[in-house]
């Protein structure tokens, strides 16, 4: 069963008097419980297909599926729901919201659901002892580092257990020993909960951990190609 | 709202604390705000409460009982029986404090050198005394004893004016019920001083019994004033003593009876409003700037929050929370600080460096500020409901963004 569908998917941008094509007739396909990297150079339409795949965008023509859901189609309040309880986002800068500490981000997504406090407090946790932070729960974001932070936002992304995981650059501004960590527990999380994962990157070494591999240049796929996981790879 | 309410409960707060300086300006400026609103309130009132108290002690009481003709035709034959029955009744009830029947006639007092019109005032002076109506200061001899007393009171510039002093016979004047004159001599027992000379040369003073006994109107008098305590809410009382009185007589309230002093109430009201509004106008620049730096600072997060899924409704709710916050807090501190301030001025503010226009004004040279509940809750309305409206442009702004937008401001 396909998680993703995008068809013939179109998007630009304007800066200024010049049009930039963002995504030029994409098709895609990707199934449930697959772990997808999205590669290219900067402007390569990687960000933008994520950003469509998560609702935060609309393309300009053409269709995108995620589950049974028509994205394209659908109102701004029910794309905001659709977020909130199917898919989880990890961005590159670890965006994590600077009151609240390291358990209160991650229950943030479930106390906008309604989840009860007591259930929430208690998953939570659980997900941050998974993502190797226990102790470190009523830390502020300004006292975890780069790596803890960035483990924070994924312990929010997959703490209500969403289908599918999105995540834009999530290494970026990880050194190397943080980012293996990463995706090793990404892998782990594919593997064990059977969830989706679709990471954009342009580093080598997360490529490494895809089994598909989809090569993106001004807007377009030029390659998709199953491969053979390696782990990291020396850069 | 319920599914995030607890989240953007405390989120709002402690965003409200993440540029705290910027926070306890704002709040100092809100409370200062509030305090002015509420002080210049209490002023006011005062100010207010004395003119219409000054106003009513010439009328007086709040309500006052009349035969049907007698505001067209204030003469003796507009005279009505003593309250009685049902009526009687009605006076003895709370929230009646004090009544009294008078006689109230247009009169010619004539001394040994001039004369003047005046209004004949047939007293009890228990009666009156209780109603709060005597004289403000009797300067010269003593006020009447009793309701047969023969003498008259008269006040300081009329007796000038007459050019007699205490001690002397005067010859008052008026018409008895059949257009006849009615007359009789009376010694000056007494010399009062109001605080308007008009006062002083319109009224003259004479026991009730002599007056009717002059008059040959039985036990009749022109009116029954009436006072239950609160002048501004004779409204609520005043419809039973009509309703006790019957149809053959008219009961009219102090605004009936002075639409002017009755219009002071309103204008009051109104002044304190247009008051608040213009202040917190001022106040509302400090707001709104406040809120759109905040929002500015904060849209990456904004971006953020409605990725992750929280709808635009509750980014919306979240920023006027945390202006509702604001608000609250400056609410609190400045009706503490305006309580702080006027109680202690309630036993007066001297301004008789101002005597003369407050005279003018129909008040005295002591202002004494009135703190009232309904002004603080008038201020915190008029804060609430103006701030989160000037509040509302950069919360809605702020939930209208698009998200990835905001997430990629730098």
């Known amino acids: 069963m396909s998680a993703i569908i995008c068809k013939e998917l179109c998007k630009t941008f304007r800066q200024g008097d010049e049009v930039i094509t963002g995504l030029d007739r994409v098709s895609l396909a990707i199934d449930a419980g697959e772990f997808v990297c999205l590669s290219g150079p900067s402007g390569s339409g990687k960000t933008t297909l994520l950003n469509a795949m998560g609702g935060l965008d609309t393309p300009d023509s053409g269709a995108i599926s995620v589950g049974e859901q028509r994205l394209d189609t659908m109102s701004k309040s029910a794309l905001a729901n659709l977020r909130l309880n199917h898919i989880g986002f990890v961005f590159q800068a670890y965006n994590l919201i600077p009151v609240l500490s390291a358990r209160e981000n991650v229950e943030f997504i479930m106390q906008v659901q309604g989840m009860p406090a007591a259930q929430r407090r208690a998953l939570a946790d ?82 490494g951990y895809a089994r598909r591999l989809i090569r993106m240049q001004d807007g377009r796929i030029v390659s998709d190609q199953a491969q053979q996981p390696q782990g990291m790879e020396p850069a | 709202m319920a599914g995030g ?16 300086r910027r926070t306890l300006v704002m709040l100092l400026a809100i409370a200062t705000g509030v305090w002015a609103m509420i002080f210049f309130s209490a002023l006011m009132r005062g100010m207010t409460d004395q003119m219409v108290l000054n106003g009513l002690a010439t009328l007086p009481g709040e309500v006052q009982i009349h035969h049907r003709d007698y505001r067209r035709d204030p003469s003796v034959a507009n005279s009505i029986d003593a309250p009685s029955g049902e009526l009687l009744a009605a006076l003895q009830q709370p929230p009646v404090e004090a009544w009294a029947g008078r006689v109230r006639v247009p009169a010619v007092i004539a001394s040994e050198r001039d004369s003047r019109g005046v209004t004949l005032l047939g007293v009890d002076p228990d009666a009156e005394s209780e109603l709060g109506s005597l004289p403000e200061q009797i300067v010269q001899g003593r006020f009447l004893a009793d309701s047969d007393d023969r003498g008259l009171v008269l006040g300081a510039s009329l007796a000038r004016k007459l050019d007699t002093e205490l001690g002397k016979r005067v010859v008052i004047m ?52 009436v006072s239950g305590g609160d002048y501004r809410r004779v409204d609520e009382w005043a419809p039973r003593i009509a309703a006790a009185a019957g149809t053959q007589l008219e009961v009219l309230t102090w ?91 309630e036993s007066g503010i001297d301004v008789s460096g101002v005597a003369e226009g ?11 500020p009135a703190l009232a509940v309904e002004d603080m809750l008038m201020a915190t309305a008029v804060v609430v409901v103006l701030g989160l409206l000037a509040s509302l442009l950069p919360a809605w702004r702020a939930a209208r963004l698009d998200p990835v937008r905001a997430l990629n401001k730098t």
């Not at chain 2, 006062?199 to 009116?223: D, F, H, K, P």
């Not at chain 2, 407050?358 to 004494?368: I, K």
């Open chain 1, 126 to 207: 659980d997900v941050l002892a998974e993502v190797g932070l226990a102790g470190m729960e009523g830390r502020l974001p300004s006292e975890l580092s780069g790596g803890q932070q960035q483990r924070v936002a994924v312990a929010r992304a997959i703490a209500s257990k969403p289908r599918l995981v999105l995540a834009d650059e999530p290494t970026a501004n990880l050194d190397t020993h943080s980012a293996a960590q990463l995706m090793e527990l990404f892998v782990a999380l594919n593997e064990e909960r059977g969830v989706t994962f679709v990471i954009s990157t342009h580093d080598v070494r997360v490529m």
């Open chain 2, 5 to 20: 309410s607890g989240v953007i409960v405390v989120l709002a707060w402690r965003n409200l604390w993440r540029n705290y």
């Open chain 2, 174 to 225: 008026s018409q008895d019920p059949q257009n006849d004159v009615a007359d009789r001599g009376a010694r000056v027992v007494g010399i009062y001083r109001a605080r308007l000379a008009s006062t002083e040369e319109q009224y003259v003073y004479a026991a009730r019994n002599t007056v009717q006994g002059m008059l040959g109107i039985g036990e009749r008098v022109s009116e029954v004033a």
């Open chain 2, 255 to 345: 605004t009936q009876l002075d639409p002017f002093l009755g219009s002071m109430l309103a204008m009051q009201d109104g002044f304190t409003v247009i008051m608040m509004v213009i202040i917190f106008l001022v106040l509302s620049f400090g707001l709104v700037n406040t809120l759109a730096m905040a929002v500015f600072e904060r849209v990456r997060e904004i971006g953020l929050m409605q990725a992750l899924g929280m709808r635009p409704s509750l980014i919306l709710y979240q920023l006027l929370l945390e202006s509702l916050y604001l608000l609250l807090l400056g609410l609190a501190t400045g009706n503490l600080l305006a309580w702080l301030t006027v109680k202690p001025l």
């Open chain 2, 358 to 368: 407050m005279e003018m004004m129909g008040m005295g040279t002591v202002l004494y």
